[in-house]
């Protein structure tokens, strides 16, 4: 496989929806789906087309990609066909443990989850909402004990910059032996 030629990486934005307020949000976050998304059939096809690149790492995401009720069927499908499958959700209500469970059921290798402060009012602060924090640190547990492969992502901002060393030492707490995490 030539990587000059083909991608390693494919990163795909489900939706647009998400119930956070994020300061950074790329994604121009929307309380509820544009109709305009791919729906099941597409996004399956696009997955084989995504195959037919050799073995890229595939990510779901947003938004947040629990806002799609057909989130669980794209990840098994995306297993199915031999596609390296994560999922990055947002900490919103809809990420509790039976949909965690469910990631791994469906085959995804990791969860990997935002963590854009080294405390709970710098990180909801960030993310718009209260009470995310605790909601990600709690996603990140229950996916530990489980077995599913964890890692936090930080998006770094003027915001955030520098609080990294005290993120750096704070991660030994949120995610200990955690081998993605702020090395």
């Known amino acids: 496989m ?3 030629q083909s991608p390693m990486l494919v990163i795909w ?10 300061v950074h949000c790329r994604a121009s976050a929307q309380s509820s789906r544009d109709p305009r998304e791919l729906d099941t059939a ?8 995504i195959k037919s690149f050799g073995n890229p790492l595939v990510v779901f ?8 009720p057909d989130l669980y069927a794209l990840i098994r499908h995306s297993v199915k066909i ?11 209500p809809l990420l509790n443990e039976a949909a965690i469970d469910r990631f791994q059921e469906c085959g995804a290798s990791r969860m990997a989850i935002s963590l854009d402060g080294p405390d709970a009012q710098s990180h909801d602060d960030f993310r718009g909402i209260p009470g995310t924090f605790d909601r990600a640190m709690t996603a990140l547990y229950h996916a530990r004990k489980i077995g599913l492969e964890t890692q936090f992502q930080t998006t770094v901002t003027r915001r955030n910059m520098a609080r990294l060393p005290e993120m750096r030492r704070s991660r030994k707490t949120w995610a200990p032996g955690c081998g993605a995490c702020f090395s």
């Open 2 to 4: 030539d990587f000059n």
């Open 13 to 22: 934005e489900v939706t647009q929806a998400c119930d956070l307020a994020c």
């Open 42 to 49: 597409q996004g399956f096809e696009l997955l084989e087309q």
């Open 61 to 68: 995401t947003g938004g947040d990609p629990l806002k799609r």
């Open 82 to 92: 031999g596609l390296r499958t994560n999922v990055t959700p947002s900490a919103t």
